[in-house]
């Protein structure tokens, strides 16, 4: 396994910034945020593949661990939009893509032929699709997961553990669908708080480790904090780099 940062901890910060300051804590890795709400907008790096290809090439020894897909696009202008953006992970030699998952009260048959297509569009350039745990969302319930990993053939997970302490589904068991991830979000967390400083919360990081190398994971454990007002947010990337390097 390998350490990673998402860019998602670094909001204020333009990609390259980002990639160097993860850099400066020591990460090995950079997962790259995609998001058109975020700094790096799909929509702008689609105009200029050639440049885009470039950029995202520029990370400062770091290796892309992945991207994390959100795109305002829908429709068939949605589907070609993610086709690029999965030739340019091949291109950029990126072999996850993590995408949203839908909204509670989004028909299952409809989510399936959704993701059903996203992954057939990734498989096509070599790349794995997953879907995020998200609060909210169908990927709330671990259930639902595993239903939707077992209706899409080929579909991963990108197991966020904090969903399932502060959300609807806590205490039910993840073991049913630790076969299907292929990325992880760490923060630390309670059941009252979604993120709170590096120990102070409920995430068991050797157990989740321990229950993942059963599975044979041996892809990012990827660090995604947003800063926390009142705390050095370096010191607590350090702290959560710190702690999964001593478990795996």
């Known amino acids: 396994m390998l ?17 160097e300051l993860a850099s400066d804590l020591d990460f090995t890795a950079i997962e790259i945020a995609l998001h058109e709400s975020g700094n790096v907008k799909p929509s702008e790096l689609l105009e200029d593949m050639d440049r885009s290809i470039q950029l995202l090439r520029h990370t400062h020894r ?16 949605h589907y070609q939009q993610f086709a690029k953006l999965c030739w340019m992970a091949k291109t950029t030699k990126v072999v996850t893509i993590t995408i949203p998952s839908a909204e ?36 709330e319930d671990p259930d639902t997961l595993m239903v939707l990993c077992n209706n899409v053939d080929g579909l991963g997970i990108t197991l ?5 302490i502060t959300g609807s ?8 669908i630790l076969k299907f991830v292929c990325n992880v979000h760490l923060r630390d967390t309670r059941p009252d708080a979604f993120q709170v400083s590096v120990g102070q919360g409920e995430v068991d990081y050797g157990k989740l480790i321990t229950q993942l190398e059963r599975e044979k994971y041996d892809r990012a454990l990827t660090v995604n904090m947003t800063p926390m ?3 050095d947010h370096r010191v607590e990337l350090r702290k959560l780099r710190r702690l999964l390097e001593t478990l795996v």
């Open 3 to 19: 350490i990673a940062a998402s860019t998602e901890c670094f909001p204020g910060l333009e990609l390259l910034a980002a990639i």
């Open 62 to 77: 770091l290796d892309i661990s992945g991207y994390s897909v959100q795109l305002a696009s829908t429709g068939a202008d």
């Open 104 to 139: 509670q009260g989004t028909p299952f048959n409809e989510e399936v032929e959704h993701l059903q297509k996203l992954v057939e569009i990734g498989e096509a350039e070599g790349v794995r699709v997953s879907v995020k745990s998200q609060l909210g969302c169908l990927s």
């Open 160 to 164: 966020d553990p904090s969903v399932y």
């Open 169 to 176: 589904a806590k205490g039910k068991s993840l073991d049913h």
């Open 229 to 231: 007002e009142g705390l």
